[in-house]
């Protein structure tokens, strides 16, 4: 413990951990002490110098998202994240990085907290952005570059979002909901002045009536709306019962906006949104686009003759490739330019110096960066796109932009750090500008990550996957197994950076980590080989994994784990009724009952329609056949369930039905349910740090530990 005490001391003088242990912090500061004597006791093993990351590392973690360079392409304002350990929660900064990587901040002290969304003036000499002011709503505000001035732009009531220059600068476009209000279906008598009477009940006539993360939603809709540039009142353009939002584009003329919505009269039902085009002058909007499937993301060319949006045709299969198309501003010439391509297309971005469309996708584990030109060429220019977060190795999250002399920003990650700034030139010049977790990383021995492929059992198809082998691996000894499992079941895992997957692996464990069939990737062939089919065969993807990894000595068959969360946590609820080759289990916020599922999550009239045949009454042997509940009474795997207890993705009580009939079979279980946690249960660092330690604990309760 004194070493432990020694080791704080250390920390606590860089700064990084403040006021800990007051009295009414105290347990926290002794858990602080454990697992800082911890990861000091494992460091003994390392090169001098270094130690293994520890459960407090994930509060070091900083990561950049929304990378926005200027005009001129000499500099890039980028939002950087951080965490607080006082408070627990994220927060950020404006910074900005040139070509020569000086990097520093970007705005001077304000009335403002937490600044996102920077968006350049097309000449340059101003950036808009969000914030919260001083009363906690987020606005609009200003920051002139010659002057170093930053001005409050908005008094909105409700939050702005999306927010988009116009072409002459002078105006902005942004989304922002329009309260509503739902009528009373019941008279109640007035109650006495000064009485206390329960609270009113709340009544639901709406078909989607909350969302994860979001708890009950409130009644209105978002609606289109442009204020000048200067400030002032807003003008609200759309009007209706409907929701509108994301992307936007303006006219080169800076007289119209396109933008998407779905204004169907069965807009409840359908998920079907069109592209429309809003004539500023005129007030009218007239639709663009007219099919079964969604159209969204509009961008247009320089010159404003062609407007390029993604979509395609629903044919109600559980995953789609998003396609880009091109068509004329007034909706006529539609064209699809990724017809030939076999990947979903990111939404993209007109590069005016290279005649071309610059856009991302993700290509076996990994994110890309390329272009594609109006006759349908694509170039790849770059690799290892992503972060926008330090958890699990997920694709996705690199948003980009382009500068008028070609040069295009984003960000980057690979398995050795969370995230950075990295630019490409029209010449396909790379170059990588921020060394954000330098710091961190060079004091920690890190877990190394390998790729490996094999052939599914099940039908011979070439599986993906990577594995990470603890910091001070020895290939001579025998080290304990955890397949972790992602959710989706509609995304991928890469080679990307992951502090939990890393955490494990510190803690002494070789992690596997799969994209097994339904992955997305690949193409919409092997995303939709689980159609009407999850989870089925993609069981036999992961246990041939297993089976590829325990050809190597290294790896002991005896100390088998396994773990995934909400599509990761069916497929483990999934594995332990199937195999009991793993000596304990975690599921985490799974569906264990798709009838119940459908029924009760945020997402029902979506589910019911894509993932399955029909309703749930009309196929109730289909429903329970790819329940994980039908092979309850086959488990006696060990089986812990973790799940937020205000999730409405996966809700809690598919947890608790698992967790239930393990009871009755008195088949040891445990179930952690984390307070004020939606889905994302690692949302907050020390939610993250609960997964981690609980799972651990768990795993090392049934086997030898590591």
């Not at 090169?47 to 005009?71: A, Y």
């Not at 937490?114 to 950036?127: A, H, I, K, L, T």
Request: hydrophobic content about 35%.
């Amino acid at each position: 413990m004194k070493q432990a005490k020694k080791e704080f001391r250390r920390i606590n003088g860089l700064g990084l951990i403040k006021n800990i242990f007051n009295k009414k912090n105290s347990k926290l500061g002794l858990l602080v002490l454990l697992c800082v004597f911890f990861s000091t006791s494992f460091a003994q093993t390392l090169k001098p110098g270094k130690s293994r990351l520890n459960l407090l590392d994930v509060f070091e973690f900083e990561f950049p998202t929304d990378p926005q360079i200027s005009p001129d392409g000499k500099s890039v304002v980028y939002v950087r994240n951080y965490f607080d350990i006082m408070t627990d929660r994220r927060r950020s900064d404006l910074w900005v990085v040139n070509s020569a990587s000086l990097n520093q901040p970007f705005l001077p002290a304000g009335g403002y907290t937490n600044p996102s969304s920077p968006r350049w003036s097309p000449n340059g000499d101003r950036v808009i952005f969000t914030a919260r002011d001083k009363r906690g709503k987020s606005q609009i505000f200003s920051y002139w570059t010659k002057s170093g001035k930053i001005g409050q732009l908005s008094h909105l009531v409700q939050s702005p979002s999306n927010i988009t220059w116009s072409p002459d600068g002078k105006r902005i476009a942004f989304f922002m909901r329009v309260p509503g209000n739902q009528k009373s279906f019941a008279r109640l008598p007035a109650k006495p002045k000064g009485a206390k009477w329960a609270k009113p009940p709340r009544v639901i006539s709406r078909l989607r009536f909350r969302a994860n993360g979001a708890g009950f939603l409130p009644y209105g809709y978002t609606h289109l709306f442009v204020m000048s540039s200067d400030g002032g009142s807003p003008r609200q353009i759309t009007t209706g019962d409907f929701n509108h939002g994301g992307r936007v584009a303006w006219s080169a003329d800076s007289k119209s906006i396109f933008f998407s919505a779905n204004r169907n009269k069965n807009w409840e039902y359908e998920s079907d949104s069109e592209l429309f085009a809003a004539d500023l002058k005129r007030g009218t909007i007239k639709p663009l686009t007219a099919r079964k499937g969604p159209d969204r993301s509009p961008a247009i060319s320089s010159d404003g003759r062609t407007l390029a949006y993604v979509g395609y045709d629903d044919k109600l299969m559980g995953y789609n490739n998003n396609l880009v198309y091109l068509m004329n501003p007034s909706g006529s010439g539609k064209k699809l330019l990724t017809k030939s391509f076999d990947r979903s297309v990111n939404a993209p971005i007109w590069n005016s110096a290279t005649k071309s469309w610059v856009f991302t996708y993700s290509d076996f584990g990994n994110t890309k960066l390329a272009s594609i030109n109006n006759g349908g060429k694509i170039t790849k220019l770059a690799d290892n796109l992503g972060s926008t977060s330090n958890g699990r190795p997920y694709g996705g999250g690199s948003s980009i932009s382009v500068s008028r002399n070609g040069t295009v920003a984003f960000t980057i990650t690979s398995p050795t750090f969370p995230g950075d700034i990295a630019i490409v030139g029209p010449r396909g010049k790379f170059k990588r500008l921020t060394h954000l977790n330098k710091g961190l990383l060079e004091s920690k021995a890190l877990g190394k990550v390998k790729e490996i492929r094999f052939k599914s059992s099940f039908d011979k198809r070439e599986i993906q996957g990577w594995y990470m082998t603890p910091p001070d691996f020895d290939p001579t000894k025998k080290y304990p197994m955890i397949l972790e499992i992602h959710g989706g079941p509609f995304a991928d895992y890469g080679d990307r950076l992951t502090a939990e997957l890393q955490l494990y692996a510190a803690a002494g464990y070789v992690v596997l980590y799969i994209n097994p069939r339904g992955s997305t990737s690949y193409g919409a062939e092997f995303a939709n080989l689980i159609h009407h089919n999850y989870p089925n065969n993609d069981y036999d993807d992961l246990m041939s994994g297993v089976d590829e990894m325990l050809k190597r000595d290294f790896v002991n068959k005896n100390g088998l784990y396994v773990t995934g969360g909400s599509g990761g946590g069916v497929l483990t609820a999934w594995i332990v009724g199937k195999t009991n080759r793993f000596k304990a289990a975690v599921v985490a916020k799974p569906v264990i009952n798709w009838y119940s599922f459908v029924l009760t999550a945020d997402g029902t009239p979506f589910f019911y329609k894509y993932w399955f045949s029909g309703f749930p009454w009309d196929h109730q042997e289909e429903y329970m056949k790819r329940s994980p509940i039908s092979l309850v009474g086959n488990v006696k795997t060990p089986t812990m369930l973790l799940t937020g207890e205000k999730d409405l993705r996966t809700p809690i009580a598919e947890t608790e039905q698992f967790y239930n009939a393990l009871k009755l079979r008195k088949v040891d279980t445990l179930m952690v349910r984390i307070p004020d946690a939606n889905h994302g249960i690692a949302a907050r660092p020390s939610q993250l740090i609960t997964k981690v330690a609980y799972i651990l604990k768990w795993f090392e309760k049934y086997g030898k530990k590591p």
